[in-house]
């Protein structure tokens, strides 16, 4: 850790006062700002010349007093001097406080809505989007990461004190693009002399307010909403960690499902066949018995020879040595014609009924079967006498064994409750990061949604 050594700070009286005015960081500082009358010095005239007076018209109460010292990422600052600005509205409002180390030389400290960051000038410039070039860039990339695009517009100096670099002045106002990749806020401001890039790192209020010791009749600024550049609770590194035992405990719960299934036997327990017709209308058919080995999963598959008609079939699943019964229902319809396009059909010859944990024991099922007069293809075309009595024939089968996927589904559903609840509280953190920026992606998404409707 680079400590500063006992201060050597210059004082001398300031011409429009006469008040004590300090200078900390001496064949550094260009202007320094007098405590009392907020005159604004020239240190390069031997003469300090006033070179801007009574800028500021009310005092401001510092959460950090200048000269105040503290250590951050393992070097010991001081704070020599503290600004305010204000985006071209004058709606947003930050605090700015510059740091000083002989060694390190200068960093600020920035302050919007109780959210820190630490700022440090940098040299190399990043990479823009388009070419080489960073006007209307969407992201810029340094160091091997991408930063999007948050803020563009102006910022104005509005209050200054302490001493500062360069000629500062209230009023001063450069061009602002600011670009983020939490924890890290890259910004660039432009004027038409020169572009300085600086990039900031968050930091908790609390670790401020230990290192530099704010008393406790200086309560830090309350935060409000989530800072541009403040890590989200939910980091990709954990995101990716849920994804993956979400595949492993989704992979486990397939293959646990699959060898539960097929550990039954699979095997077809009857096949058999009814005939209906006309007169059948509103009587009940009965299978003859049949025989389930072990508690099992089982299908009822049906089929009947319809074209251009359909059939409704009621049935009964009867446990011939309790009585239980299982009622169900299906439909079959299948139709088929020609136009303009060609020859098309619709609809299936044959549906399924499954029923599950069924216990080992003698089974029988109840069939009636109801639709358009039996005997015609379309219930349209009356039917010819020679095929009133033409029975339709009903295919049944009984297999047992049947893979299930209701349980499969509701087992992935509950893994998959907390993984969509952190999606969920993500997006909601994402999306309040990015509300009071114009270049949003969650404002662009929902927008694009808006429009569809």
């Known amino acids: 850790m680079a400590n500063l050594s006992s201060p050597h700070v210059k004082t001398f009286s300031c011409p429009n006062c006469a008040g004590s005015v300090n200078i900390r960081a001496i064949g550094s500082t260009i202007n320094v700002v007098c405590s009392y009358c907020s005159s604004i010095i020239d240190t390069n005239d031997e003469n300090y010349k006033v070179v801007d007076a009574f800028t500021n018209k009310v005092q401001r109460r510092t959460i950090i007093a200048l000269g105040q010292r503290g250590e951050l990422f393992g070097t010991l600052w001081e704070t020599i001097g503290y600004m305010e600005r204000c985006d071209q509205s004058g709606q947003y409002v930050w605090s700015e406080y510059l740091l000083f180390n002989p060694w390190k030389g200068f960093r600020w ?29 969407n992201f810029i990339e340094y160091q091997n990461k991408e930063f999007l695009l948050f803020n563009k517009g102006t910022a104005k100096v509005t209050y200054v004190l302490g001493e500062f670099y360069w000629q500062v002045r209230v009023g001063e106002q450069v061009n602002l693009e600011e670009f983020i990749a939490p924890p890290e806020i890259f910004s660039m401001e432009s004027t038409s002399d020169e572009i300085v890039w600086s990039l900031g790192q968050y930091v908790e209020a609390e670790k401020i307010r230990i290192a530099f010791q704010v008393p406790d009749d200086k309560p830090m600024p309350v935060q409000t909403g989530v800072a541009p550049n403040q890590p989200s609770p939910y980091s990709p590194d954990d995101a990716a960690k849920i994804r993956k035992y979400w595949k492993y405990f989704a992979y486990s719960i397939l293959l646990i499902h699959i060898g539960v299934c097929f550990g039954h036997s699979r095997e077809t327990v009857y096949k058999g066949q009814l005939e209906f017709t006309s007169a059948d209308k509103g009587k009940t058919k009965v299978t003859p018995q049949f025989e389930i080995k072990e508690t099992t999963t089982i299908d009822i598959n049906l089929s009947a020879p319809v074209n251009n008609t359909w059939l409704e079939i009621g049935g009964d699943f009867v446990n011939d040595e309790n009585g239980q019964i299982d009622e169900f229902e299906r439909g079959i319809e299948y139709y088929t014609g020609t136009d303009s396009d060609g020859a098309w059909s619709e609809g299936s010859t044959s549906t399924s009924h499954t029923i599950e944990s069924v216990s080992k024991g003698k089974y029988h099922i109840n069939l009636e079967v109801s639709g358009p007069p039996l005997g015609t293809t379309s219930p349209s075309v009356p039917i010819p006498p020679a095929n009133l009595n033409k029975p339709v024939v009903l295919d049944i089968e009984v297999r047992t064994g049947s893979l299930i996927w209701e349980n499969f589904w509701l087992a992935l559903l509950f893994i998959s409750l907390y993984p969509i609840f952190v999606w969920w509280k993500t997006r909601k953190f994402e999306t309040a990061r990015w509300s009071e920026s114009d270049f949003s992606p969650y404002a662009s998404y929902d927008s694009g949604e808006d429009d569809s409707e």
């Open 109 to 137: 400290l920035t302050e919007y809505g109780g959210h820190w960051s630490f700022v440090t000038t940098i040299k190399d410039q990043p990479r823009g989007s388009k070419g080489s070039g960073i006007e209307y860039a």
